[in-house]
């Protein structure tokens, strides 16, 4: 499986992105679906999870209600919808697949594949 994550950009605090992370492989459907992003200086850490069929979804409590975390098996694809942007919400996002990391709390080696990564900045 391969992923391409895009649809960062420059947004003022208070606007929205949506981010698209597009998948290759007919296997797209076998895997849990997560965001984590990056800001400069810090660790990696967990944004979203989306299950397989989509029937659970966990968020960090940083962007609960403000986040909203999807996928279109059919179109091999996963969003991130972010809304009520904040500074805090600058980083490089990443979109990865996993099948046995169902969890907020599950270490990056459980996950087999990483996109590239699409820079978000939240100017305030």
């Known amino acids: 499986v391969q992923l391409q994550a895009s649809g960062g950009g420059l947004v003022q605090a208070g606007g929205y992105l949506r981010l698209s992370c597009t998948a290759s492989?007919?296997?797209?459907?076998?895997?849990?679906m997560t965001w984590f992003r990056q800001a400069p200086g810090n660790e990696r850490e967990f944004v979203a999870l989306?299950?397989?069929?989509?029937?659970?979804?966990y968020y960090a409590d940083s962007v609960k209600g403000r986040f909203t975390v999807s996928r279109d098996n059919a179109k091999n694809m996963v969003a991130l919808q972010m809304n009520s942007l904040k500074a805090e919400d600058t980083g490089t996002y990443y979109c990865?697949?996993?099948?046995?990391?169902?969890?907020?709390?599950?270490?990056?080696?459980?996950?087999?594949?990483w996109g590239r990564g699409t820079q978000v900045t939240v100017s305030s």
């Open positions: 492989g007919r296997t797209f459907r076998d895997y849990a």
């Open positions: 989306i299950t397989w069929s989509s029937a659970i979804t």
């Open positions: 990865a697949a996993t099948r046995t990391g169902l969890s907020p709390y599950a270490p990056e080696a459980e996950y087999e594949y």
